[in-house]
């Protein structure tokens, strides 16, 4: 049944782990001060890093480094909430069926 809405579900969770990817270098980054002693971080940088380089363009420049990762995160759940909106409109997305 999931698996005919692969081309849903595919990119909806991958936008997904990569917020919290997101979310938690945000966290991270006020306890480990130097991301190359830290295998944990180091993950979340390599993993994050594709989404820095794609957003820098839209940064603000009045935006402080630190919150760069809260910020990109926020901008992946609005892609992640657009992915769902245009899916829904087209009639894609999985629907919720009362058993007979």
Do not use: C, K
């Not at 969770?13 to 480990?32: D, H």
């Not at 990109?72 to 992915?83: K, M, P």
């Amino acid at each position: 049944m999931l698996l005919e809405y692969w081309y849903y579900l595919i990119p909806s969770y991958l936008l997904a782990a990569v917020m919290w990817t997101m979310a938690g270098r945000f966290l991270l980054q006020f306890m480990v001060p130097d991301p190359s002693g830290n295998y944990i971080m180091n993950a979340f940088v390599r993993i994050t890093d594709p989404f820095y380089r794609l957003f820098a363009v839209i940064t603000p420049g009045f935006l402080h480094p630190a919150f760069y990762p809260l910020y990109y995160g926020f901008l992946l759940f609005v892609l992640r909430l657009a992915l769902h909106a245009g899916m829904f409109s087209l009639g894609l997305t999985p629907t919720v069926s009362m058993p007979a």
